[in-house]
């Protein structure tokens, strides 16, 4: 049985919440514990209580959600859901440590200098120290976005699966052009070594493994000429892929394939504290003129921006001219 709410547009601007979150709070999830509607968050519930199919053999059309004013409230949710998978399905989440939410377009942040050894301290010196400063140099974020353009005549006819599906390469695609930006940071002013000749060796990847002390190399990062390159290599044949499906070297580091990266430079990192994601917020859409059909202009966008944030958990590994 569900829970009867009614749809509005006004669910899409209350502050601070997301459409889903506002849809929770009007229909908990903890009220279907037990029922086959369980593992369902409230959106998802919402297309099974409108009969709404978005895959599957039976899949609806775009203009299913249009229904009525209530199933058409639901179709901003498809739209951006379909876009934040596809940007989700990208490498961000392999080489960023953590992300930061913040309320303006500038970025401080604090920076760490811990330079001195960690050495055994006679008991009456001091400790050597540590310290956490405020950023002197702000970082600005950048505003990353997509027009789409698409009459309702156009789509309404489409099956939301493959609809679904070309709104998804929207956002991989979208991504692709912020990760380009995450590897530059990375990259800037990075400890550099050089292979030992004009072509990248198993070798090298071993010299730039050993470079890593007090941190691992967790990860790869290769532009797709050299990640072939890498995973041709005899030492690399039998390596499997993880969970998500990228393979791991036997150093123990995960190959990531990146168009971003430079064709001469190898960039090895520790996931776990090399790189911050900022942003000021989340993937947004015109929610208006969606549930009105008016899809002429759908626009998409995030503003966001990086911060090395442990520079010893990066280092480059330069391959040699000919």
């Known amino acids: 049985m569900y829970n009867d709410i009614r749809l509005e547009k006004g669910l899409y601007n209350l502050s601070g919440r997301s459409f889903t979150a506002a849809l929770e709070e009007l229909d908990p999830s903890a009220a279907y514990a037990g029922t086959p509607l369980e593992k369902l968050d409230a959106f998802e519930r919402q297309l099974k209580r409108f009969n709404i199919r978005i895959s599957g053999q ?8 249009f229904t009525s004013t209530e199933t058409a409230v639901l179709f901003p949710e498809f739209v951006t859901r379909s876009i934040r998978k596809g ?17 303006s377009s500038k970025y401080l942040g604090c920076v760490l200098d811990d330079s001195e050894d ?38 309404r006819q489409q099956r939301l699966d493959v609809f679904g599906v070309m709104l998804r390469s929207i956002g991989v695609r979208l991504a692709a052009s912020v ?14 070594i050089e292979t030992a000749g004009t072509s990248l060796t198993y070798a090298d990847l071993a010299t730039l493994y050993g470079c890593f002390s007090d941190f691992d190399m967790t990860t790869v990062i290769a532009a797709p000429e050299n990640a072939s390159i890498i995973a041709a290599m005899d030492q690399v044949k039998e390596c499997s892929a993880n969970t998500a ?24 990192i520790d996931r776990d504290f090399a790189l911050e994601f900022i942003t000021s917020t989340n ?39 000919e």
């Open 283 to 321: 993937l947004v859409m015109e929610t208006d003129k969606l549930i009105d059909r008016q899809l002429d202009q759908m626009t998409v966008s995030i503003t966001c921006g990086f911060k090395k944030i442990t520079p010893d958990a990066v280092k480059v590994l330069r391959i040699k001219s």
């Open 118 to 155: 960690y050495v055994p301290t006679a008991q009456t010196a001091s400790l050597p120290e540590a310290t956490v400063t405020e950023g002197s140099e702000p970082i600005s974020l950048a505003k990353y976005g997509r027009l789409i353009s698409a009459s309702y005549e156009a789509v």
């Open 179 to 192: 990760v380009k930006t995450a590897v530059e940071v990375l990259a800037d002013d990075a400890d550099e």
């Open 245 to 268: 499906g990228r393979l791991v070297l036997p150093l123990g580091a995960e190959l990531i394939k990146c168009s971003a990266a430079e064709s001469d430079a190898i960039i090895g």
């Open 58 to 65: 039976d899949c609806d059309c775009v203009e299913k959600f």
């Open 87 to 103: 940007f989700d399905e990208t490498i961000l989440g392999s080489v960023c440590a953590a992300k930061t939410v913040i309320s």
